[in-house]
């Protein structure tokens, strides 16, 4: 598949954004391309959560919204597609995949330089919320938090996190309000995918979701 990857690549300031991608639309790339410029990061690694741990509900299956990634990417070679969480037992753990992201690396890298240095691309609400991850104290250690900020709101982190040392830089992004829950009731109201608009989802994506039937109506949204 294009652009997946299961190993770290080449090192240096590399971006990890995670999440269902169910499916991936254009204010993911949007954050993602801003990241990129933003930060001067060498690579942003797209990981599609394998078992969502703080999710109800049921996902399309892994291998679609693996593929919706490597078609949305397709015409950005820094951006990667890497299945480490769909590969991985058990709960989707950002902590675990750090982890392990930095143990590939340095075994890859082994008196190569500098290992890598990693920027967590989150939104305002998961910043406010992650004290709620697992493992969390840890994780602020291991990577700097990269948060989307839009217009004129700044990043509000909860007590626990404020009070705990850790690095944070922000992005600045336009006002977006295209989601992949609004995409899934769309398509869940009957409509076909090849309406949705290149402004919600890139044309490639919407073809795969029109070819597989994804999100239609019966189908778990």
Known sequence: MTHT??????????????????????????????????????????????????????LAPAEHRLAMVALAIQDEPRFVVDDIEIRRAGPSYTLDTVRELQARGQREQAGQGAPAEYFLIIGQDQYANLPTWHG????????????????DQRPRPAPELAAAPHRVVELPMPPMTVSSTDIRAHLGAGEPADTLADAMVPPAVSRYIANHQLYAPGAPR
């Not at 499916?23 to 959560?49: E, I, K, Y």
């Not at 291991?142 to 217009?151: D, E, P």
Request: net charge positive; proline share 4%; aromatic share 6%.
């Open 5 to 58: 990857s299961t190993g770290a690549g080449h090192l240096g300031r590399i971006g990890l954004m995670g999440g269902s991608f169910d499916p991936v639309h254009s204010a993911h790339l949007a954050l993602a391309r801003t990241a990129l410029q933003h930060l001067a990061l060498d690579q942003v690694r797209w990981v599609p959560v394998g078992q969502p741990w703080q999710k109800a509900r049921q």
């Open 136 to 151: 969390w104290r840890e994780l602020i250690d291991l990577v700097t938090l990269a948060v989307a900020c839009r217009g």
